[in-house]
């Protein structure tokens, strides 16, 4: 499978950065993985993804991808659809067609559980061993890759809740109810103006196995060190 994924290579530091392209649905889709340089043992992976309009060179996916790579874990991210390097570049279209919300979550699953199959063919990740973490858009579209996979264990969901993008918290069609095998923590803003409190607990009384939720001051667009820390936090614990 390794001759299905485009990879370039380069090094930061005592970080090595591999750039990588697969194919999945007639898309080709862009990702970045962060790495110890001469690593060569498997070690665990964080998938982190970027917030709306932002892409996977973000500050969140490769600064802090870089940061959490010392730690000895493969960090790594993907464009979204209509976001970063995708073919098709608009990321306000989902935002006027929301009929499409069902469709860009499982075309973004497809793409994960894609990714999944390919990475571990060309970098060391224990797939044992795999991690979740969300910011915004990251969250909304990421519950559902999650939850479909059935491959992570642990996952931080970052200011989403439920409605909208992210789907309905309960009933048939609801991804969440289908993480019981994964430690979740989510992470909401007091002052958030986009997603009401009321859906962010909604959302977290519908996951059905360990959980975990924290609350940060400020609103929805403050994405500072203090997500990214509890964030990180959940991931040394449950990994």
């Known amino acids: 499978m390794a001759n299905e994924l485009q990879v370039r290579e380069s090094l ?3 970080i090595r950065e591999v750039s990588f392209w697969f194919r999945c649905g007639g898309e080709l889709v862009p990702g970045v993985a962060y790495l110890p340089a001469g690593a060569d043992e498997p070690m665990p992976m964080v998938q982190i993804q970027h917030p709306g309009m932002g892409g996977k060179d973000d500050y969140w996916v490769s600064d802090v991808g870089m940061r959490w790579a010392k730690r000895g874990w493969v960090c790594v991210g993907l464009d979204a659809p209509l976001h970063g390097e995708r073919q098709t570049h608009d990321p306000m279209a989902l935002f006027r067609q929301p009929e499409r919300y069902e469709s860009f979550r499982a075309q973004f699953a497809a793409e994960v559980a894609r990714m999944l199959e390919l990475l571990p063919g060309v970098l060391p990740i224990d797939t044992a061993r795999l ?19 059935g491959r992570f264990r642990a996952a931080a969901f970052c200011l989403v809740g439920e409605g909208g993008l992210a789907g309905s918290a309960a009933g048939p069609d609801s991804d969440a109810v289908q993480l019981g095998g994964v430690a979740v923590r989510i992470v909401g803003k007091t002052d958030d103006e986009l997603i009401p409190r009321e859906r962010t607990e ?13 609350w940060l001051p400020g609103g929805h667009f403050e994405i500072g060190p203090d997500v990214v820390r509890l964030a ?7 990994l």
């Not at 991690?131 to 996979?149: D, H, N």
């Open 232 to 238: 990180e936090e959940w991931m040394l614990a449950k």
């Open 12 to 14: 930061i530091g005592d």
């Open 202 to 214: 909604a959302l977290y009384a519908a996951l059905p196995g360990e959980k975990d939720l924290q």
């Open 131 to 149: 991690g979740y973490v969300g910011y915004s858009l990251g969250s909304m579209i990421g519950i559902a890759a999650v939850a479909r996979s």
